[in-house]
């Protein structure tokens, strides 16, 4: 998470810096006070879902690009199925927050059941 919020306080500083806006001016932009937009920029609180939407839409930039990430390769299927489950949309908010060795225990969870329950 921690390197997370790091590349979330880099990108938006750059892209800031960038567009010529101040601190100010990005924060009216966004709903918010420079006080935040500085936290953010330094690293001092972690994007939360909608606060990054309103960055990257802020910044005229995307979500993926502000967080570091390469877009997912998601087929419409697979889309359309965690948008009508909430309880996928949970699980998918929720493995943000964890490191990559509890994100390979879910995996592993998720094999046994399916394996216990489906025989795969």
């Not at 919020?5 to 601190?23: D, E, H, M, P, V």
């Not at 937009?37 to 802020?58: D, G």
């Not at 490191?99 to 399916?114: P, R």
Request: hydrophobic share 35%; charged share 30%.
């Amino acid at each position: 998470m921690e390197d997370m919020t790091k590349k979330f306080a880099n990108a938006i500083l750059s892209r800031r810096k960038q567009l010529g806006l101040t601190q100010e001016q990005l924060a009216e932009k966004i709903g918010t006070t420079k006080q935040v937009v500085s936290k953010y920029e330094n690293a001092q609180r972690s994007p939360k879902v909608i606060m990054a939407n309103a960055f990257a839409s802020a910044l005229d930039t995307t979500l993926d690009e502000l967080l570091g990430v390469e877009p997912a390769n998601i087929d419409d299927d697979r889309l359309e199925a965690l948008h009508q489950n909430p309880k996928l949309c949970q699980l998918f908010d929720r493995q943000r927050r964890m490191s990559d060795e509890d994100i390979d225990k879910m995996l592993q969870l998720s094999d046994w059941i399916v394996k216990e329950n489906y025989g795969e």
